[in-house]
């Protein structure tokens, strides 16, 4: 207890130490290098997933190359890309670790999302005259926008919690307390630093469970509260691939 009452105390005792970032610094570069990862992953993933999930083409490529990128180490990865690229290019060897971390569980999320909907409200909207567009931002990104920010909410913890090896290489954020404080056998430090990052990631996935409650469509949300169901077993896979677990596990 007295290592996390240290550890307590040394956060809010406003002056981390000689050769550390103040803590509002440091989150920031946290959120920075997260926020920049996640909006360049999405902007390759979510248009590649729509497509997949409205066309049904790519599905099992899809799946084999995002079951590949999870099984990349990240720290491997990022000390590959920074001997590559040089260490001029260090934020740039960061932020393409983080993105091929992120791609998997956008993509999963944009293609289930499309896949959850049920095929006879796509059926209607054929019969009622609509154009593939049409079908396309009115049914298909309303209704599969729920997966798609449980997506974007699994790639951002993953990368929020990941970001703290780029102070392995220097680039600063949380982890600076965490690697600095091992040798130095500060231990509140580095209880600290680590208390830092997990409430950070509570906070956020805190927001986007919000914000994954607000985007369901208001006549969904009415219509689950009038006639509650079990889900079914496409949901629960397609809820499953967002976040990156087996879909297996979703079966009974």
Known sequence: MNLFADAIAWIFSGTPGTGFDSIPVAIGVQLLY????????????VPLGWYIGHTGKGREIAVSIS????????FGLLILLTLLLGVLHKPEAAVISFVVLAIPSLLAGAYTGFE?????VID????????????????EVPLGLPLLVGGIRAATLQVLATVTIAAYIGLGGLGQYIIAAIPL??????????????????????????????????GIRAAGAASPRARSARERRAEALAVGAPASSTTS
């Open 34 to 45: 997260t926020v920049i990862s996640v909006v360049i992953a999405a902007a390759i993933a």
């Open 67 to 74: 079951g590949a990128a999870r099984a990349i180490p990240s």
């Open 116 to 120: 959850a909907i049920d095929r006879r």
């Open 124 to 139: 209607a909207g054929r019969s009622m005259g609509m154009t593939e567009a049409q079908i396309l931002w009115r049914i």
């Open 185 to 218: 056998r500060r231990f509140d430090i580095l209880i600290g630093g680590a208390l830092l990052v997990a409430v950070l990631a509570l906070v956020i996935d805190g927001l986007f469970a919000l914000l994954q409650h607000l985007v369901v469509p208001r």
